[in-house]
């Protein structure tokens, strides 16, 4: 499989605080690609570093196994992007911006925009300043798909969506990834990633924390351990995330499974429960160190 | 092609307003000249003793006697200012106002590169200035058949050209301008024309001042001498071509270059 996107040595650095170093990743052609990190991590500057809106301090990226920035107009062509903010001309009709996107991308559109809006239940008539941003948000989902891309970048594309629409959006996205479209999707809500993203990038203040399949990513060899019939923390290496009550503990383990049960044989204990930790907390582990 | 249109549509409204509203000026203005004949005499022969103030509005050129005296002086001031303004402030938001808006993240991820989009806007420009000027010069044309006096052509045409070529040129100098700025430049560009438009007065009143005429194209656009002389200074346009072109290049490699505010 080709790489679709590869992001070599990438830096872009703005005054002090914001920006990201060294970024190294790539994305398989075919893939739903999931780019987590918190608020202010560096996930829209990365992305809007491969749509040409910015420059890079320094390093490379190249999309469709093109350079970037020599090769922009052709890499846009077969590029949908979906911004995380959502937005278009106030006074522009619904249909006049869908019209205005699909003429600059030089394509007759409207069989897929009509679907589109259909399915998301869009009311074409209304101009842009009277929708909500949940409404302008699906404006930008039909203005990053009717063209039929390869590859579709998506900044956060479910906030403000109801859960009707966000399922609707990515049963649409899983339908073009089938068709073999790649998917680049950067979110801060991981449940929708673990669901729906094969790969994954784990990014904090700028720098790349982790790339892994999504499966490997939610193992991260920590477990949740709940005991019950004690209260008091085992003496171990690893234990994170302490929640005591009266009667049981819980923690996050990060270790050996022989040593904690070579631990808890000594203890008086009634049951216990050792399950894969969810997405968020492996993600607050990231997060933490 | 689709800017273009998309610009010109955006545009339109804005542009009949202040188009229409000038122009109703200058009606109602040229029709009262019927009427203020009489007063004009006295008021000729008092304007003829404030040297600084007719010299200001081309009275010392042209007399108030005549409805084209009366026109270059009376109505002059409310089109090439009254333009400026309108078009100095379209200049400065047809670019910057993507940022503003946040609509730059949408508009620049089509294929389409940031010196078509530059392009593209100039040209919608252009052809906002020019319906407006249209629509100026109509209505001017206008009030003289309505009030029955003849327009002295070509010198009128010339005028109307020389206010065209003015609007357009402040119109690029405050697009250039705004290619490197990230919000709405109004204040900016009532500040560029204000400052333009005194630099003329300042010319016209204040000896020794002669050498500023090559900073402000409100000079060559003068109602005075053209309509005294039937001729434009024509180096001062040339530098005008200049300018402009200075400012076009400077819009397209800034914007071709700049990082696109979020």
Redesign the interface.
């Known amino acids: 499989m080709n790489n679709i996107i590869e992001i070599n040595n990438l830096t872009k650095k703005y005054g002090k605080a914001r920006g990201i170093s060294d970024l190294n990743f790539s994305v398989k052609e075919g893939d739903m690609f999931g780019f987590i990190g918190p608020n202010g991590a560096g996930k829209?500057t990365t992305i809007?570093l491969m749509?040409?809106?910015?420059?890079p301090s320094s390093g490379s990226i190249s999309i469709f196994e093109k350079d970037s920035k020599e090769n922009?107009?052709?890499?846009?062509?077969r590029?949908g992007?979906m911004?995380s903010?959502a937005?278009?001309?106030?006074?522009m009709r619904v249909d006049e911006i869908i019209d205005?996107?699909a003429?600059?991308?030089?394509k007759n559109c409207k069989n897929q925009s009509s679907e589109l809006c259909e399915r998301l239940k869009v009311n074409t008539k209304k101009k842009i300043e009277e929708l909500s941003l949940g409404n302008r948000k699906k404006i930008s989902i039909i203005?990053a798909m009717q063209h039929e891309p390869d590859l579709y970048i998506m900044d956060e594309p479910t906030s403000g969506l109801d859960p009707l629409m966000q399922k609707e959006f990515f049963d649409l996205l899983l339908e073009r990834n089938k068709r073999g479209a790649t998917v680049f999707l950067s979110s801060h809500i991981l449940s929708e990633i673990q669901r729906y993203c094969k790969n994954a990038a784990v990014v904090r203040e700028g720098k790349l924390i982790t790339v892994d399949s999504v499966e490997q990513l939610a193992k991260a060899n920590a477990k949740r351990v709940k005991i019950y019939g004690i209260c008091e923390v085992p003496k171990l290496d690893g234990i994170k995330d302490i929640f005591q009550k009266e009667n049981n503990v819980e923690f996050l383990y990060h270790g050996k499974i022989a040593a904690l049960i070579n631990e808890l044989q000594h203890l008086s204990i009634d049951d216990m429960v050792i399950e894969e930790p969810s997405m968020e907390e492996i993600f607050m582990h990231f997060y933490e160190n | 092609m689709t800017i273009i249109k998309h610009e010109l549509k955006a545009n339109l409204k804005t542009m009949l307003i202040w188009a229409f509203s000038i122009g109703a000026i200058i009606l109602a203005v040229m029709l009262m000249f019927p009427m203020m004949e009489e007063q004009l005499i006295e008021m000729g022969d008092l304007f003829s003793n404030m040297e600084g103030l007719s010299a200001a509005l081309g009275l010392d050129q042209l007399s108030i006697y005549s409805a084209i005296g009366y026109y270059g002086s009376q109505v002059g001031v409310v089109l090439s200012l009254g333009g400026a303004l309108f078009t100095a402030m379209l200049g400065a938001d047809i670019l910057s106002k993507e940022e503003a808006g946040h609509t730059a993240e949408f508009l620049l991820a089509f294929p389409i590169s940031r010196a078509n989009v530059v392009f593209q806007k100039l040209i919608a420009m252009i052809v906002v200035v020019f319906t407006f000027e249209l629509i100026c010069f109509s209505m001017a044309t206008l009030s003289f058949v309505l009030i029955g006096e003849s327009i002295p052509m070509p010198e009128f045409l010339l005028y109307h050209l020389a206010q065209f070529y003015l609007h357009i040129q402040i119109a690029f100098i405050c697009f250039g301008i705004s290619s490197f700025s990230k919000k709405a430049n109004t204040g900016l560009a009532l500040g560029i024309v204000t400052i333009l438009y005194f630099t003329d007065i300042m010319i016209k009143t204040v000896e020794n001042l002669e050498f500023l005429k090559y900073v402000t194209p409100f000079y060559y656009a003068g109602a005075g001498d053209i309509f005294s002389s039937g001729k434009i200074d024509s180096f001062l346009v040339f530098i005008g071509l200049i300018v402009s072109i200075f400012f076009v290049i400077v819009s397209c490699v800034k914007y071709s270059k700049k990082d696109i505010a979020a």
Do not use: A
């Not at chain 1, 749509?51 to 420059?55: A, D, R």
């Not at chain 1, 937005?87 to 006074?91: N, R």
């Open positions: 829209s809007r749509l040409g809106l910015i420059s922009k107009i052709e890499i846009l062509q590029v992007y911004p903010e937005m278009f001309y106030p006074k205005f996107s003429k600059l991308h030089n203005c």
